[in-house]
């Protein structure tokens, strides 16, 4: 449908600045709304992702043009937000143009990533026949790694080549052609539902927090402080004793509080419930 001319098209250019606005926002919307219908696949995609990187897997975006940087975007989050490897979530992006067609880079990305049976592949492209994604998909399948793809484009080669397809018709753009606009939105979404979906089912956030964000810099350091008395209803004098001794762990911290135990055998109980502060704490069963 990006191609597709929309239906205020003719149009456009006579209408005043904000009621261009008001269209695309209105078009960004349904863009959203359209997610909701692909809520079943995102939810297989990350309960099988989740799996796969508890057992040491790793997660592996492949896209061109927007739907690449939209992916490297949400990789690149992933460290500073959960507090997870930075290679545990890695993003191959082709550039713009012919790159796009390049389907021999495809190929070599997706060799270079060196996928097995316990990792990831997720192909990103709007159309759902991007050269450089249908070629790292495939040879992420040789490998037998699990394969998702996502498009906005239902019943294209993308999702046909995947093992789970996540495909929402995001509808007419506002600018035929600009992918960058409600196909970008729906494909970001459904990106952030993919990673933040995956990190709280392996326990990198607790109650809704960020419990393993790495506390670099002063504002950081605040937000750790903050959950860990939120989370302890303790002083801000104990709050600053236990991240000293936690060596700014939020997580640490929040376990060395509620059970009264030192920093090793929090930690000892923590890598016992693989990180996961609810396991650790008798709040649910373990994975």
């Keep these: 449908m990006s191609e597709t001319a929309h239906p205020s098209a003719e149009v456009l250019d006579a209408l005043t ?40 897997g790793r997660l592996h975006y492949f896209g061109a ?23 545990l979530v890695q993003a191959h992006a082709a550039g713009d143009g012919v790159a796009e067609d390049d ?11 060196s996928l097995g049976p316990r990792d990831v592949a997720v192909g990103v492209s709007a159309s759902g ?23 906005c484009a239902p019943g294209s080669p993308l999702g046909a080549a995947a093992d789970i397809a996540i495909e929402v018709d995001s509808g007419a753009e506002v600018v035929a052609g600009s992918t960058r606009l409600k196909a970008g939105t729906a494909q970001k979404v459904i990106l952030n539902m993919i990673s933040t979906g995956v990190f709280t089912r392996l326990g990198h956030t607790y109650r809704g927090r960020m419990v393993d964000v790495v506390a670099a810099n002063e504002k950081l350091r605040g937000r750790a402080a903050r959950m860990v008395r939120e989370l302890t209803g303790c002083s801000d004098d104990r709050v600053d004793a ?14 060395m509080l509620r059970t009264g135990i030192d920093a090793a055998g929090a930690s000892v109980r923590l890598s016992a419930a693989h990180g996961d502060l609810a396991v650790a704490l008798g709040e649910k069963g373990g994975a």
């Design 17 to 56: 600045t904000r009621e261009l606005l008001e269209i695309m926002h209105r078009e960004d919307l349904r863009a959203v709304e359209s997610v909701q219908a692909a809520l079943p696949a995102i939810a297989e995609a990350v309960e099988q992702i989740s799996a796969r990187l508890r057992s040491d």
């Design 129 to 151: 026949r991007t050269a450089y994604v249908l070629a790292a998909v495939a040879e992420a399948r040789r490998a037998g790694a699990l394969v998702v793809g996502l498009s």
């Design 65 to 87: 043009g927007t739907s690449g940087r939209l992916a490297t975007l949400d990789a690149a989050e992933c460290p500073t937000t959960f507090g997870v490897a930075p290679d």
């Design 103 to 113: 389907h021999d880079q495809g190929t070599d990305d997706s060799r270079r990533a």
């Design 242 to 255: 236990a991240l000293h001794d936690a060596g700014g762990s939020a997580k640490l911290a929040i376990m």
